[in-house]
Protein backbone atom coordinates (compact mmCIF):
# COMPACT_ATOMS: atom_id res chain seq x y z
CA UNK A 1 0.00 0.00 0.00
CA UNK A 2 1.38 3.35 -1.09
CA UNK A 3 1.10 6.94 1.00
CA UNK A 4 1.50 9.82 -0.97
CA UNK A 5 2.84 12.99 1.01
CA UNK A 6 3.00 16.68 -0.39
CA UNK A 7 6.07 17.50 -1.16
CA UNK A 8 6.86 21.57 -1.32
CA UNK A 9 9.18 23.00 -4.20
CA UNK A 10 9.42 27.03 -3.72
CA UNK A 11 10.36 28.84 -6.81
CA UNK A 12 11.68 32.25 -6.67
CA UNK A 13 10.58 34.91 -9.63
CA UNK A 14 11.31 38.23 -10.41
CA UNK A 15 7.61 40.82 -9.94
CA UNK A 16 8.79 44.28 -10.88
CA UNK A 17 11.32 45.63 -8.21
CA UNK A 18 10.23 42.59 -5.96
CA UNK A 19 11.22 38.96 -5.28
CA UNK A 20 8.53 36.78 -4.74
CA UNK A 21 7.96 33.82 -4.62
CA UNK A 22 5.17 30.68 -5.62
CA UNK A 23 5.30 27.28 -4.12
CA UNK A 24 4.52 24.14 -6.19
CA UNK A 25 2.63 21.01 -4.76
CA UNK A 26 3.95 17.90 -6.35
CA UNK A 27 2.92 14.39 -5.13
CA UNK A 28 5.48 11.97 -4.32
CA UNK A 29 5.30 8.73 -2.58
CA UNK A 30 7.22 8.04 0.52
CA UNK A 31 6.86 5.78 3.41
CA UNK A 32 6.69 6.29 6.77
CA UNK A 33 8.82 3.91 9.55
CA UNK A 34 7.36 2.09 11.77
CA UNK A 35 9.77 1.27 14.17
CA UNK A 36 8.92 -2.62 14.37
CA UNK A 37 10.04 -5.00 11.71
CA UNK A 38 8.21 -8.54 11.47
CA UNK A 39 8.49 -11.23 13.83
CA UNK A 40 11.77 -9.25 15.00
CA UNK A 41 13.46 -6.21 16.95
CA UNK A 42 13.45 -2.89 15.57
CA UNK A 43 14.66 0.07 16.93
CA UNK A 44 14.27 3.68 16.12
CA UNK A 45 16.64 4.67 13.70
CA UNK A 46 17.51 1.02 12.71
CA UNK A 47 14.57 -0.41 11.26
CA UNK A 48 10.75 0.42 9.65
CA UNK A 49 8.32 -2.63 8.59
CA UNK A 50 7.24 -0.43 5.40
CA UNK A 51 9.38 -1.76 2.59
CA UNK A 52 10.31 0.54 0.01
CA UNK A 53 9.01 -1.55 -3.03
CA UNK A 54 5.54 -2.40 -4.09
CA UNK A 55 4.00 -5.47 -2.36
CA UNK A 56 5.32 -7.98 -3.85
CA UNK A 57 5.41 -12.21 -3.37
CA UNK A 58 7.66 -14.65 -3.80
CA UNK A 59 7.78 -18.49 -4.24
CA UNK A 60 10.27 -21.22 -4.73
CA UNK A 61 10.40 -23.28 -8.15
CA UNK A 62 12.43 -26.58 -7.64
CA UNK A 63 15.77 -26.98 -10.06
CA UNK A 64 16.82 -30.09 -9.57
CA UNK A 65 17.08 -32.00 -7.09
CA UNK A 66 19.42 -35.50 -6.55
CA UNK A 67 22.26 -34.08 -4.29
CA UNK A 68 24.01 -35.13 -1.11
CA UNK A 69 23.46 -32.25 1.77
CA UNK A 70 24.26 -29.08 -0.53
CA UNK A 71 25.69 -26.04 1.52
CA UNK A 72 26.51 -23.46 -1.56
CA UNK A 73 26.13 -22.71 -4.78
CA UNK A 74 27.52 -20.31 -6.85
CA UNK A 75 28.71 -19.50 -10.13
CA UNK A 76 32.15 -19.63 -12.12
CA UNK A 77 31.36 -15.78 -14.30
CA UNK A 78 32.74 -17.29 -17.25
CA UNK A 79 29.70 -16.48 -19.27
CA UNK A 80 28.63 -20.58 -19.46
CA UNK A 81 25.55 -19.83 -17.03
CA UNK A 82 26.43 -23.20 -15.06
CA UNK A 83 25.83 -23.45 -11.29
CA UNK A 84 28.74 -25.15 -9.07
CA UNK A 85 26.79 -26.56 -6.05
CA UNK A 86 28.71 -27.72 -2.57
CA UNK A 87 27.82 -30.85 -1.37
CA UNK A 88 28.85 -30.72 2.53
CA UNK A 89 30.94 -34.61 2.54
CA UNK A 90 33.58 -32.42 -0.03
CA UNK A 91 32.04 -32.68 -3.93
CA UNK A 92 31.32 -30.37 -5.88
CA UNK A 93 28.12 -30.90 -8.41
CA UNK A 94 27.65 -29.33 -11.58
CA UNK A 95 24.15 -27.77 -12.93
CA UNK A 96 24.32 -27.14 -16.75
CA UNK A 97 21.34 -26.53 -18.60
CA UNK A 98 18.88 -27.01 -15.91
CA UNK A 99 20.27 -30.73 -15.81
CA UNK A 100 22.91 -31.96 -12.65
CA UNK A 101 25.55 -33.94 -13.90
CA UNK A 102 26.26 -36.61 -12.91
CA UNK A 103 30.14 -37.03 -12.35
CA UNK A 104 31.03 -34.12 -10.13
CA UNK A 105 33.50 -31.23 -11.10
CA UNK A 106 35.58 -31.96 -7.91
CA UNK A 107 35.73 -34.65 -5.07
CA UNK A 108 37.87 -34.27 -2.85
CA UNK A 109 35.95 -36.08 0.38
CA UNK A 110 39.07 -37.94 1.18
CA UNK A 111 40.45 -35.00 2.73
CA UNK A 112 37.26 -33.57 4.25
CA UNK A 113 36.10 -33.56 7.64
CA UNK A 114 32.37 -34.38 7.85
CA UNK A 115 29.84 -33.44 9.38
CA UNK A 116 27.71 -31.40 11.70
CA UNK A 117 29.41 -27.76 11.14
CA UNK A 118 31.92 -29.39 8.82
CA UNK A 119 33.14 -30.38 5.90
CA UNK A 120 33.32 -28.58 2.25
CA UNK A 121 31.69 -25.26 3.12
CA UNK A 122 32.14 -23.10 0.09
CA UNK A 123 34.05 -22.55 -3.17
CA UNK A 124 34.59 -18.84 -5.35
CA UNK A 125 35.81 -18.81 -8.49
CA UNK A 126 38.96 -16.56 -9.38
CA UNK A 127 37.21 -13.53 -11.31
CA UNK A 128 39.73 -14.26 -14.22
CA UNK A 129 38.36 -18.40 -13.75
CA UNK A 130 37.89 -18.63 -17.24
CA UNK A 131 41.33 -17.29 -18.42
CA UNK A 132 43.20 -18.75 -15.47
CA UNK A 133 41.14 -22.09 -14.56
CA UNK A 134 41.58 -21.00 -10.52
CA UNK A 135 39.27 -21.64 -8.04
CA UNK A 136 39.39 -21.41 -4.25
CA UNK A 137 37.54 -24.02 -1.68
CA UNK A 138 37.18 -23.76 2.31
CA UNK A 139 36.75 -26.92 4.20
CA UNK A 140 38.04 -28.42 7.74
CA UNK A 141 40.48 -30.96 7.10
CA UNK A 142 40.17 -34.59 8.19
CA UNK A 143 42.20 -35.51 10.92
CA UNK A 144 42.50 -32.16 13.14
CA UNK A 145 39.52 -30.15 11.67
CA UNK A 146 41.39 -27.11 10.88
CA UNK A 147 40.07 -24.97 8.14
CA UNK A 148 41.95 -24.64 5.35
CA UNK A 149 41.53 -22.21 2.07
CA UNK A 150 43.42 -23.80 -1.04
CA UNK A 151 43.23 -22.79 -4.36
CA UNK A 152 42.97 -25.40 -7.36
CA UNK A 153 43.92 -24.55 -11.28
CA UNK A 154 42.31 -26.66 -13.26
CA UNK A 155 43.83 -27.49 -17.19
CA UNK A 156 40.59 -26.52 -18.81
CA UNK A 157 37.62 -24.34 -16.98
CA UNK A 158 35.16 -24.93 -19.41
CA UNK A 159 34.73 -28.86 -18.74
CA UNK A 160 32.47 -30.03 -16.04
CA UNK A 161 35.03 -32.23 -14.22
CA UNK A 162 38.26 -30.61 -12.93
CA UNK A 163 40.86 -31.49 -14.94
CA UNK A 164 43.41 -30.40 -11.55
CA UNK A 165 47.01 -29.42 -12.46
CA UNK A 166 48.00 -27.97 -9.01
CA UNK A 167 46.83 -27.43 -5.45
CA UNK A 168 48.10 -24.95 -2.83
CA UNK A 169 47.27 -24.58 0.86
CA UNK A 170 46.58 -20.12 0.93
CA UNK A 171 45.64 -20.62 4.72
CA UNK A 172 45.30 -22.92 7.50
CA UNK A 173 43.46 -21.94 10.60
CA UNK A 174 43.69 -23.96 13.90
CA UNK A 175 40.13 -24.55 15.07
CA UNK A 176 39.91 -25.10 18.87
CA UNK A 177 36.27 -27.14 18.84
CA UNK A 178 34.13 -28.61 15.72
CA UNK A 179 31.75 -25.92 15.07
CA UNK A 180 31.91 -22.05 14.40
CA UNK A 181 34.16 -22.74 11.23
CA UNK A 182 32.29 -19.57 9.04
CA UNK A 183 33.13 -21.35 5.86
CA UNK A 184 32.36 -18.29 3.43
CA UNK A 185 34.43 -17.18 0.47
CA UNK A 186 33.47 -14.60 -1.75
CA UNK A 187 35.78 -12.32 -4.02
CA UNK A 188 35.26 -8.67 -4.02
CA UNK A 189 33.33 -6.91 -6.64
CA UNK A 190 35.25 -3.90 -6.55
CA UNK A 191 38.96 -4.89 -5.20
CA UNK A 192 39.04 -8.71 -5.65
CA UNK A 193 40.31 -9.44 -2.66
CA UNK A 194 39.66 -12.65 -1.29
CA UNK A 195 37.08 -12.08 1.97
CA UNK A 196 36.84 -14.80 4.76
CA UNK A 197 34.15 -15.62 7.11
CA UNK A 198 35.58 -17.12 9.93
CA UNK A 199 34.08 -17.79 13.37
CA UNK A 200 34.92 -17.55 16.59
CA UNK A 201 36.61 -21.56 17.21
CA UNK A 202 33.54 -23.29 18.49
CA UNK A 203 31.79 -24.19 21.77
CA UNK A 204 29.32 -21.60 23.57
CA UNK A 205 29.78 -18.53 24.64
CA UNK A 206 33.33 -18.00 22.99
CA UNK A 207 35.00 -18.85 26.07
CA UNK A 208 36.56 -22.36 27.45
CA UNK A 209 39.54 -24.14 26.27
CA UNK A 210 41.44 -22.37 22.91
CA UNK A 211 39.83 -19.07 23.60
CA UNK A 212 41.27 -15.84 24.68
CA UNK A 213 40.46 -13.89 27.38
CA UNK A 214 39.28 -11.39 28.36
CA UNK A 215 37.20 -10.72 25.47
CA UNK A 216 36.99 -14.31 23.93
CA UNK A 217 38.64 -14.85 20.06
CA UNK A 218 35.97 -12.52 18.20
CA UNK A 219 37.41 -9.70 20.18
CA UNK A 220 41.36 -10.67 20.22
CA UNK A 221 43.04 -8.92 17.70
CA UNK A 222 45.96 -11.90 17.76
CA UNK A 223 43.41 -14.73 16.01
CA UNK A 224 41.85 -15.00 12.94
CA UNK A 225 39.18 -17.03 14.56
CA UNK A 226 35.87 -14.22 14.75
CA UNK A 227 36.97 -12.07 12.08
CA UNK A 228 36.21 -11.05 8.70
CA UNK A 229 39.47 -11.73 6.95
CA UNK A 230 40.75 -9.90 3.94
CA UNK A 231 43.66 -11.23 1.36
CA UNK A 232 44.91 -10.79 -1.97
CA UNK A 233 45.72 -14.53 -3.33
CA UNK A 234 46.26 -13.67 -7.26
CA UNK A 235 49.64 -13.63 -8.33
CA UNK A 236 51.23 -14.74 -5.32
CA UNK A 237 52.23 -18.17 -3.72
CA UNK A 238 49.72 -18.84 -1.28
CA UNK A 239 48.61 -14.74 -0.58
CA UNK A 240 49.69 -11.01 0.08
CA UNK A 241 47.85 -8.37 2.75
CA UNK A 242 46.62 -5.54 0.84
CA UNK A 243 47.50 -2.57 1.62
CA UNK A 244 44.54 -0.88 2.46
CA UNK A 245 43.60 -3.23 5.33
CA UNK A 246 42.82 -1.65 8.10
CA UNK A 247 45.16 -3.44 10.80
CA UNK A 248 48.54 -3.44 8.66
CA UNK A 249 50.02 -0.99 10.93
CA UNK A 250 48.36 -1.51 14.14
CA UNK A 251 50.61 -3.74 17.06
CA UNK A 252 49.30 -6.73 18.27
CA UNK A 253 46.46 -7.14 15.47
CA UNK A 254 46.85 -9.92 12.53
CA UNK A 255 46.76 -8.11 9.27
CA UNK A 256 44.19 -10.26 7.55
CA UNK A 257 41.91 -8.58 9.51
CA UNK A 258 39.26 -7.01 7.68
CA UNK A 259 36.66 -6.48 10.41
CA UNK A 260 36.13 -8.71 13.75
CA UNK A 261 33.57 -9.37 16.64
CA UNK A 262 32.19 -12.15 14.83
CA UNK A 263 30.54 -15.43 15.77
CA UNK A 264 29.79 -17.33 13.41
CA UNK A 265 28.83 -15.91 9.63
CA UNK A 266 28.28 -18.71 8.00
CA UNK A 267 26.97 -16.70 4.86
CA UNK A 268 27.74 -13.12 3.75
CA UNK A 269 27.80 -11.66 0.53
CA UNK A 270 28.63 -8.27 -1.73
CA UNK A 271 25.89 -6.88 -3.86
CA UNK A 272 27.08 -6.70 -7.39
CA UNK A 273 25.66 -3.54 -7.90
CA UNK A 274 27.05 -1.63 -4.98
CA UNK A 275 29.71 -3.16 -3.59
CA UNK A 276 27.83 -3.30 0.39
CA UNK A 277 28.35 -6.26 2.38
CA UNK A 278 25.68 -7.76 4.18
CA UNK A 279 26.98 -10.54 7.04
CA UNK A 280 24.21 -13.08 8.30
CA UNK A 281 25.87 -13.84 11.81
CA UNK A 282 24.78 -17.04 13.54
CA UNK A 283 23.39 -16.38 17.20
CA UNK A 284 24.25 -17.79 20.40
CA UNK A 285 21.10 -18.59 21.74
CA UNK A 286 18.77 -16.02 21.57
CA UNK A 287 19.09 -13.52 18.92
CA UNK A 288 20.29 -13.57 15.07
CA UNK A 289 21.67 -11.25 13.45
CA UNK A 290 22.44 -9.45 9.88
CA UNK A 291 24.94 -6.53 9.84
CA UNK A 292 25.65 -4.60 6.67
CA UNK A 293 28.91 -3.02 5.36
CA UNK A 294 28.60 0.09 3.00
CA UNK A 295 31.31 -0.56 -0.03
CA UNK A 296 32.82 2.50 1.14
CA UNK A 297 34.22 1.08 4.33
CA UNK A 298 38.07 0.93 5.08
CA UNK A 299 37.59 -1.95 7.23
CA UNK A 300 37.62 -2.17 10.68
CA UNK A 301 34.51 -2.16 12.17
CA UNK A 302 33.57 -4.74 14.93
CA UNK A 303 30.41 -5.89 14.96
CA UNK A 304 30.23 -6.70 18.98
CA UNK A 305 30.69 -10.32 19.80
CA UNK A 306 31.06 -11.79 22.39
CA UNK A 307 30.15 -8.27 23.98
CA UNK A 308 26.67 -8.10 22.21
CA UNK A 309 23.97 -10.44 20.89
CA UNK A 310 22.30 -8.85 18.56
CA UNK A 311 21.42 -5.43 19.94
CA UNK A 312 21.54 -7.03 23.64
CA UNK A 313 24.28 -7.40 25.87
CA UNK A 314 25.97 -10.71 26.19
CA UNK A 315 29.15 -10.63 28.06
CA UNK A 316 30.10 -7.34 28.94
CA UNK A 317 33.44 -7.86 30.88
CA UNK A 318 36.90 -6.74 29.97
CA UNK A 319 37.22 -3.95 27.55
CA UNK A 320 33.68 -4.17 26.14
CA UNK A 321 32.17 -0.89 27.85
CA UNK A 322 34.72 1.05 26.11
CA UNK A 323 34.74 -0.34 22.17
CA UNK A 324 32.93 1.29 19.37
CA UNK A 325 30.28 -0.99 18.22
CA UNK A 326 29.05 -1.59 14.84
CA UNK A 327 25.19 -2.76 15.71
CA UNK A 328 23.25 -4.92 12.86
CA UNK A 329 20.74 -3.52 11.06
CA UNK A 330 18.00 -6.04 11.63
CA UNK A 331 17.37 -8.86 14.34
CA UNK A 332 15.21 -11.68 15.11
CA UNK A 333 14.32 -14.03 18.46
CA UNK A 334 15.26 -17.58 18.12
CA UNK A 335 12.05 -18.32 19.98
CA UNK A 336 8.52 -17.17 18.45
CA UNK A 337 5.29 -18.19 17.93
CA UNK A 338 5.20 -21.83 15.62
CA UNK A 339 8.36 -23.11 14.64
CA UNK A 340 11.34 -22.23 16.51
CA UNK A 341 14.45 -19.88 14.51
CA UNK A 342 18.02 -21.67 15.23
CA UNK A 343 20.47 -20.29 12.89
CA UNK A 344 20.76 -17.38 10.48
CA UNK A 345 21.08 -17.86 6.78
CA UNK A 346 22.42 -15.05 5.36
CA UNK A 347 21.31 -14.16 1.24
CA UNK A 348 22.07 -11.76 -1.33
CA UNK A 349 20.86 -8.73 -2.87
CA UNK A 350 18.60 -9.55 -5.76
CA UNK A 351 20.58 -7.54 -8.95
CA UNK A 352 18.85 -9.80 -11.88
CA UNK A 353 16.61 -8.58 -14.73
CA UNK A 354 12.97 -10.94 -14.72
CA UNK A 355 11.99 -9.42 -11.55
CA UNK A 356 12.56 -6.10 -11.38
CA UNK A 357 10.60 -4.59 -8.71
CA UNK A 358 13.28 -7.10 -6.29
CA UNK A 359 15.97 -4.72 -7.07
CA UNK A 360 18.29 -3.59 -4.58
CA UNK A 361 16.40 -6.92 -2.28
CA UNK A 362 18.21 -8.69 0.33
CA UNK A 363 17.09 -12.38 0.77
CA UNK A 364 17.92 -13.68 4.48
CA UNK A 365 16.29 -17.33 5.74
CA UNK A 366 16.54 -19.00 8.98
CA UNK A 367 17.98 -22.72 8.79
CA UNK A 368 15.41 -24.56 11.09
CA UNK A 369 12.25 -22.62 10.34
CA UNK A 370 12.44 -22.46 7.33
CA UNK A 371 11.41 -18.50 6.79
CA UNK A 372 12.57 -16.13 4.52
CA UNK A 373 12.37 -12.48 4.96
CA UNK A 374 12.93 -9.47 2.72
CA UNK A 375 15.32 -6.64 3.75
CA UNK A 376 16.41 -3.33 1.84
CA UNK A 377 17.54 0.03 2.78
CA UNK A 378 14.59 2.37 2.50
CA UNK A 379 16.36 5.32 3.14
CA UNK A 380 20.04 5.84 4.85
CA UNK A 381 19.66 4.13 8.30
CA UNK A 382 16.52 2.72 7.85
CA UNK A 383 16.05 -1.03 7.13
CA UNK A 384 12.84 -2.58 6.51
CA UNK A 385 12.43 -6.58 7.03
CA UNK A 386 9.55 -8.17 6.11
CA UNK A 387 8.15 -12.27 6.80
CA UNK A 388 8.07 -13.66 3.50
CA UNK A 389 7.52 -17.41 3.53
CA UNK A 390 7.94 -20.33 5.92
CA UNK A 391 9.31 -23.22 4.17
CA UNK A 392 8.85 -27.08 5.57
CA UNK A 393 12.43 -28.10 5.03
CA UNK A 394 15.87 -26.50 6.24
CA UNK A 395 17.41 -23.80 3.80
CA UNK A 396 21.18 -24.19 4.33
CA UNK A 397 22.15 -21.40 1.96
CA UNK A 398 21.04 -18.82 -0.64
CA UNK A 399 22.62 -18.80 -3.72
CA UNK A 400 23.32 -16.35 -7.30
CA UNK A 401 23.70 -16.78 -10.59
CA UNK A 402 25.62 -15.18 -13.59
CA UNK A 403 22.30 -13.06 -14.33
CA UNK A 404 22.00 -12.06 -10.60
CA UNK A 405 18.68 -14.62 -10.42
CA UNK A 406 18.51 -15.91 -6.46
CA UNK A 407 17.91 -19.74 -5.66
CA UNK A 408 17.64 -20.94 -2.22
CA UNK A 409 19.20 -24.44 -1.42
CA UNK A 410 17.11 -27.83 0.50
CA UNK A 411 19.91 -29.40 2.75
CA UNK A 412 17.72 -32.22 3.80
CA UNK A 413 15.63 -32.73 0.52
CA UNK A 414 18.54 -32.39 -1.80
CA UNK A 415 17.21 -29.83 -3.84
CA UNK A 416 17.95 -26.11 -5.47
CA UNK A 417 14.70 -24.18 -5.73
CA UNK A 418 14.81 -20.63 -8.08
CA UNK A 419 13.40 -17.86 -6.33
CA UNK A 420 10.56 -16.20 -8.06
CA UNK A 421 8.56 -12.94 -7.65
CA UNK A 422 4.98 -11.45 -8.66
CA UNK A 423 3.92 -8.00 -7.73
CA UNK A 424 0.76 -5.95 -8.27
CA UNK A 425 0.95 -3.59 -11.13
CA UNK A 426 1.93 0.48 -9.65
CA UNK A 427 2.06 2.87 -11.66
CA UNK A 428 2.38 5.21 -8.57
CA UNK A 429 5.79 6.56 -10.14
CA UNK A 430 4.17 8.08 -13.09
CA UNK A 431 4.66 11.66 -13.16
CA UNK A 432 4.00 14.92 -15.79
CA UNK A 433 6.37 17.28 -16.19
CA UNK A 434 6.66 20.78 -17.77
CA UNK A 435 10.00 21.76 -20.29
CA UNK A 436 9.47 25.64 -18.73
CA UNK A 437 8.00 26.20 -15.41
CA UNK A 438 7.95 30.49 -15.81
CA UNK A 439 6.83 30.20 -19.43
CA UNK A 440 6.04 34.27 -20.91
CA UNK A 441 3.01 34.84 -23.23
CA UNK A 442 3.45 33.28 -26.66
CA UNK A 443 6.35 31.04 -25.62
CA UNK A 444 5.92 27.38 -26.25
CA UNK A 445 6.17 24.93 -23.30
CA UNK A 446 6.62 20.67 -23.92
CA UNK A 447 4.53 18.09 -21.49
CA UNK A 448 5.56 15.18 -20.52
CA UNK A 449 3.99 12.71 -19.23
CA UNK A 450 6.04 9.43 -18.05
CA UNK A 451 3.42 6.20 -16.91
CA UNK A 452 6.05 4.15 -14.40
CA UNK A 453 4.89 0.57 -13.74
CA UNK A 454 7.36 -0.63 -11.09
CA UNK A 455 5.23 -3.81 -10.42
CA UNK A 456 4.33 -6.78 -12.91
CA UNK A 457 3.10 -6.31 -15.86
CA UNK A 458 -0.43 -6.51 -16.61
CA UNK A 459 -2.68 -6.77 -19.86
CA UNK A 460 -5.59 -4.01 -18.81
CA UNK A 461 -5.42 -0.94 -20.72
CA UNK A 462 -4.44 2.54 -19.26
CA UNK A 463 -6.18 5.00 -20.09
CA UNK A 464 -4.38 8.87 -19.77
CA UNK A 465 -7.01 12.31 -20.03
CA UNK A 466 -5.42 15.31 -20.29
CA UNK A 467 -7.43 18.47 -20.65
CA UNK A 468 -5.34 21.73 -21.50
CA UNK A 469 -6.43 24.69 -18.84
CA UNK A 470 -7.45 27.74 -20.00
CA UNK A 471 -4.47 30.17 -20.34
CA UNK A 472 -2.38 27.31 -22.51
CA UNK A 473 -3.69 26.23 -26.42
CA UNK A 474 -2.65 23.19 -27.43
CA UNK A 475 -0.11 23.15 -30.21
CA UNK A 476 -1.97 20.89 -32.98
CA UNK A 477 -0.41 17.37 -34.24
CA UNK A 478 1.68 17.92 -31.62
CA UNK A 479 0.64 14.97 -29.20
CA UNK A 480 2.65 12.12 -29.31
CA UNK A 481 3.83 8.60 -27.45
CA UNK A 482 6.10 6.04 -27.67
CA UNK A 483 3.54 3.08 -27.87
CA UNK A 484 -0.27 3.10 -27.53
CA UNK A 485 -3.05 5.13 -29.17
CA UNK A 486 -3.08 8.95 -28.95
CA UNK A 487 -6.42 10.86 -29.55
CA UNK A 488 -6.09 14.44 -30.03
CA UNK A 489 -9.72 14.64 -32.06
CA UNK A 490 -11.47 16.29 -29.23
CA UNK A 491 -8.55 19.27 -27.95
CA UNK A 492 -8.32 20.68 -25.76
CA UNK A 493 -9.31 17.37 -24.22
CA UNK A 494 -6.08 14.72 -25.12
CA UNK A 495 -6.26 10.91 -24.63
CA UNK A 496 -4.05 8.66 -24.65
CA UNK A 497 -4.65 4.40 -24.17
CA UNK A 498 -2.37 1.50 -23.99
CA UNK A 499 -1.63 -1.29 -22.25
CA UNK A 500 1.58 -1.63 -19.78
CA UNK A 501 2.47 -5.78 -20.22
CA UNK A 502 4.84 -5.47 -23.29
CA UNK A 503 6.96 -2.25 -21.15
CA UNK A 504 7.34 -0.79 -18.19
CA UNK A 505 7.88 2.97 -19.28
CA UNK A 506 5.60 4.50 -21.73
CA UNK A 507 5.87 8.47 -22.66
CA UNK A 508 3.52 10.90 -23.49
CA UNK A 509 4.12 14.32 -24.88
CA UNK A 510 2.48 17.38 -26.16
CA UNK A 511 3.16 20.96 -26.43
CA UNK A 512 1.25 23.89 -25.48
CA UNK A 513 1.38 27.80 -26.32
CA UNK A 514 0.87 30.73 -23.18
CA UNK A 515 -2.19 32.49 -24.16
CA UNK A 516 -2.65 34.10 -21.06
CA UNK A 517 -1.82 37.58 -19.92
CA UNK A 518 -1.88 38.40 -16.61
CA UNK A 519 0.79 37.04 -14.03
CA UNK A 520 -0.56 33.23 -12.43
CA UNK A 521 0.12 30.15 -11.73
CA UNK A 522 -1.17 27.22 -14.06
CA UNK A 523 -2.12 24.24 -13.05
CA UNK A 524 -2.07 21.38 -15.89
CA UNK A 525 -3.54 18.04 -14.52
CA UNK A 526 -3.36 14.47 -16.17
CA UNK A 527 -5.91 12.00 -14.83
CA UNK A 528 -4.08 8.20 -15.15
CA UNK A 529 -6.87 5.21 -15.02
CA UNK A 530 -5.14 1.77 -14.51
CA UNK A 531 -8.33 0.17 -15.49
CA UNK A 532 -7.70 -2.31 -12.13
CA UNK A 533 -7.11 0.89 -9.53
CA UNK A 534 -8.48 4.46 -8.75
CA UNK A 535 -7.93 6.96 -11.20
CA UNK A 536 -5.47 8.97 -9.68
CA UNK A 537 -4.29 12.56 -11.25
CA UNK A 538 -0.23 14.25 -11.48
CA UNK A 539 -0.13 17.80 -11.60
CA UNK A 540 2.57 19.83 -13.09
CA UNK A 541 2.19 23.96 -12.57
CA UNK A 542 3.62 26.33 -14.39
CA UNK A 543 3.99 30.31 -13.39
CA UNK A 544 3.06 32.59 -16.50
CA UNK A 545 4.28 36.21 -16.67
CA UNK A 546 6.22 36.79 -14.29
CA UNK A 547 7.86 39.76 -15.17
CA UNK A 548 12.28 39.72 -15.40
CA UNK A 549 14.02 42.89 -14.00
CA UNK A 550 16.78 43.82 -16.65
CA UNK A 551 19.62 46.20 -14.41
CA UNK A 552 21.28 48.47 -17.03
CA UNK A 553 24.38 48.19 -17.55
CA UNK A 554 27.18 51.14 -17.30
CA UNK A 555 30.19 50.91 -19.06
CA UNK A 556 32.90 53.55 -18.71
CA UNK A 557 34.26 56.31 -21.64
CA UNK A 558 37.58 57.36 -21.12
Known amino acids: MHRFAVRLVRMSVLVGPFLASIVLV ?10 AAANGRASAGRSADVPATPPFTIALQPVVSGLSQPVYLTHAGDGSERLFVVEQEGRIRVVKNGVLQSAPFLSITGIVQCCGEQGLLSVAFDPDYETNGAFYVN ?39 TNHNGGQLQFGPHDDYLYIGMGDGGAAGDQGDGHHEPGGNAQWPGTLLGKMLRIDVRGAPTYTIPPSNPFTQTAG ?96 VYRGGVYPWLNGVNFYADYCSGRIWSLEQVSPGIWSSVE ?24 SGGRVLRLTSTAAPDLSLSQKIASNVA ?49 D ?28 TVTKPIANVVTIDPGIAPPFVRPAIVFVNGHRLYLPVITKRD
Open 26 to 35: LNSPVTWPVW
Open 139 to 177: YTRQGDGDSVIARTVVADPASDVASVVSVTQVLTVVQPQ
Open 253 to 348: YRPEIWALGLRNPWRFSFDRATGDMLIGDVGQGSWEEVSYQPASSAGGANYGWRCKEGFHDFNMSGDCPNLILTSPVVEYPQVITGEDNCSVIGGY
Open 388 to 411: QRNESFSISSFGEDEDGELVVLDY
Open 439 to 487: PMRNQTVAYTIVLRNAGSPFSQTVRLTDVVPFGLAYVAGSLAATHGAID
Open 489 to 516: SSAPMLKWSGVMSSTFVATVTYAVTVTE
